[in-house]
């Protein structure tokens, strides 16, 4: 069931679509695909829907063995630690369900991701290349340039030799975690920084 579930997340709405698509329609095997794939439509069509073929199977023995509801939770909860909520409460919305509380349920599945972000943030910029702990007394000199979904708030500041210095705040404003990188690794540590709004954000 779990490699059903990374299968089907691993595709994205498509796969919701499809999972959908078969549990309330009816249909099997071809029909349900052929249905699948033409609300599908896109700019790839049937044929980029074909990929999904190999997949049917194994949604229709998931199905088989729990109900509609806790499959796509699983999908989300999946999902949830790969892509930004934002889009996948967009997406949700988007769903064609007759329930609409399980609209809401599946929301909440998103929303109450609980891995520590903070720490997830810190290994990635501890793993910029020349990466080197700052000292606290720097943080009351940085700014503040984004806030995670879970209220650490990302901070830099460029001291008078511009070097880059970035530091990680909790709610109350304390430091977590700082470093600095030379000017040769700056590069590295807006790279960080995207990714780290585009993922956490």
């Not at 949830?80 to 909440?108: C, G, M, S, V, Y």
């Amino acid at each position: 069931m779990d490699e059903v579930v990374k299968k089907v997340a691993a595709l994205g709405l498509p796969g919701v679509i499809l999972v959908i698509t078969i549990a309330t329609t009816g249909l099997t095997g071809a029909a349900a695909i052929i249905a699948a794939l033409a609300f599908l439509g896109g700019p790839a069509g049937m044929l980029g829907g074909i990929a999904i073929l190999g997949l049917t199977s194994l949604i229709s023995n998931a199905l088989a063995k729990v109900i509609l509801e806790s499959f796509l939770i699983s999908i989300y909860s999946q999902r949830r630690q790969t892509e930004p909520h934002t889009k996948l409460l967009k997406e949700i919305d988007f769903l064609l369900l007759f329930d609409l509380n399980l609209k809401e349920r599946l929301k909440a599945t998103v929303k109450t991701y609980t891995v520590n972000i903070a720490k997830e943030v810190m290994v990635i910029l501890e793993n910029v290349p020349g990466m080197t702990r700052a000292h606290h007394r720097d943080f009351i000199s940085s700014h503040p340039i984004m806030r995670l979904r879970d209220g650490t708030v990302v901070r830099t500041w460029k001291n008078p030799v511009g070097v880059d210095h970035v530091f990680l705040g909790d709610r109350n404003d304390r430091m977590i975690y700082g470093g600095f990188v030379g000017w040769i690794h700056s590069e590295g540590l807006q790279q960080a920084l995207t990714r780290i709004r585009r993922d956490f954000t």
